[in-house]
């Protein structure tokens, strides 16, 4: 069941290792002033999730080469879960005016 | 022959059909590509909202016939260079004062002169009025050291600066001293950025707060997708990417949380009853979290047709006369 998971699992692990990155690469280039900082912390930020990117498709193609129903059960539930961060934007409230 | 002809419990798993496969491969793509299409847009949205190009000083103190002198600071905490502008009061029969300073906060997209909000003119007053002014540019404004924009987050750190400059730093007036009272006025952006220093800033005597937001997040999310065109479900991946990218804790900018801690130091509201930006409700709820501390000493003063920061430009002697005797009540006569 875990193997299933993999793809999720890798994306995960990864987008918190890249933000853990970025907030290193701020403080790292903070000392250079604001646009180095900055140029620094966006670029970590976009190279980050670029790999993330890349290792969660090879990952799902992977799984899918595998071609089971349980594998694209996962999958199925592997694209939801990936899309949940975005369909909440769209559902949860807004903060309250004071 | 025996082991050929024994059963095995090892289940084979079915393989899906073309249609599963075709359709588990459609969400996945769909999925990805709109999380990486809003993933970018967020952080497109990140990097615009934390960086203005500043807008250059066009008029100084002198403009308005009074001294001056351009100092610099930095901020507490992180030490960015600041610039700023220390205006000595002007006392009867021509002598200068820094005795009773007044840190003067510009709002955002603005400089210390921030001619728009007419603060100029109303720096220019105060010292007529016998205040100093030292009015400096918030980080990543007008001549100051570039930085995010972080709606008071940060920006509490420049007032700070501002009050250590005062209290330890070269005397821009060596022949004047030192001050012997502290006090605050801010404008929106500068007044939330005031209000947070100044509550855990006793050296801050007495705050003047004019058209201050209450809490920015609901600002936010209101007026990022009125100015910028763009709907509303990216705001608050553009929040969260500006905090991964800039470490802003947008969720820490709010004054209405803040405001309590100023009690007992006297603290003036005032806000336009035409505001359309930071509506007047902000003011009240600012007021009345202000009001409920122990020993709180606050007025609040609605501007009949001010906008947004314009309440000095519409009430004009009226406005110069409140704030100059709440700052004479707060800090002593002159």
Redesign the interface.
């Known amino acids: 069941m875990i193997g299933r998971l993999a793809p999720l699992l890798i994306a995960a692990g990864m987008v918190i290792l890249t933000i853990a990155l970025t907030a290193m690469a701020r403080t790292l280039g903070a000392s250079w002033g604001f646009f180095v900082e900055r140029d620094l912390a966006v670029t970590t930020l976009v190279l980050g999730l670029t790999l993330t990117t890349l290792a969660y498709g090879l990952a799902c193609y992977r799984l899918f080469c595998r071609g089971r129903s349980a594998d694209m059960f996962a999958l199925r539930i592997t694209a939801l879960v990936v899309l949940i961060p975005v369909l909440l934007t769209l559902v949860l409230p807004q903060h309250p005016a004071p | 022959m025996g082991r050929l002809g024994r059963s095995t419990d090892i289940a084979v798993?079915?393989?899906?059909s073309s249609f599963?496969?075709r359709?588990?491969?459609a969400?996945?793509i769909?999925?990805?590509g709109?999380?990486?299409a809003?993933?970018g847009a967020a952080?497109a949205m990140a990097?615009q909202l934390v960086?203005d190009p500043p807008h250059p000083i066009t008029r100084t103190p002198a403009a308005e016939g009074l001294q001056y002198r351009a100092v610099s600071f930095v901020s507490r905490q992180?030490h960015l260079t600041l610039k700023a502008w220390l205006v000595p009061g002007m006392l009867p029969g021509g002598r200068l004062t820094v005795d009773r300073t007044i840190i003067v906060v510009h709002g955002r997209d603005q400089n210390r002169a921030d001619l728009s909000g007419h603060l100029l003119g109303l720096e220019a007053d105060l010292a007529r009025r016998g205040f100093a002014v030292l009015a400096f540019d918030i980080r990543?404004m007008g001549e100051s050291?570039?930085?995010?924009q972080s709606f008071g987050y940060f920006e509490q750190r420049d007032v700070l600066g501002a009050v250590d400059f005062l209290q330890t730093g070269p005397p821009a007036y060596p022949e004047l001293g030192r001050p012997r009272a502290i006090g605050g006025l801010g404008l929106s952006y500068g007044a939330a950025s005031l209000i947070l220093a100044a509550a855990h800033e006793p050296a801050i005597r007495a705050i003047v707060s004019d058209s201050c937001y209450?809490?920015v997040?609901?600002l936010l999310?209101?007026e990022i997708p009125r100015q910028a065109h763009l709907p509303?479900?990216?705001t608050?991946?553009g929040l969260l990417?500006a905090s991964?990218?800039?470490?802003i804790d947008y969720g820490q900018a709010r004054p209405?949380a803040a405001i309590a801690g100023i009690a007992p130091r006297p603290l003036l509201i005032i806000h336009g009853a035409a505001d359309r930006d930071t509506?007047l409700?902000?003011a009240e709820?600012l007021y009345a979290v202000a009001r409920s501390a122990p020993d709180s000493h606050v007025a609040l003063w609605e501007v009949t047709g001010a906008t947004h920061a314009q309440a000095f430009h519409v009430a004009g002697v009226e406005y110069v006369d409140r704030v100059t005797a709440f700052f004479n009540d707060a800090l002593g006569a002159g």
């Open positions: 798993e079915p393989n899906a599963t496969r359709l588990t491969a969400l996945l769909a999925s990805s709109i999380t990486l809003y993933t952080i990097t960086y992180d990543g050291s570039p930085a995010p209450a809490d997040m609901p999310e209101r509303g479900f990216l608050p991946g990417a991964v990218i800039y470490g209405v509506p409700s902000d709820a």
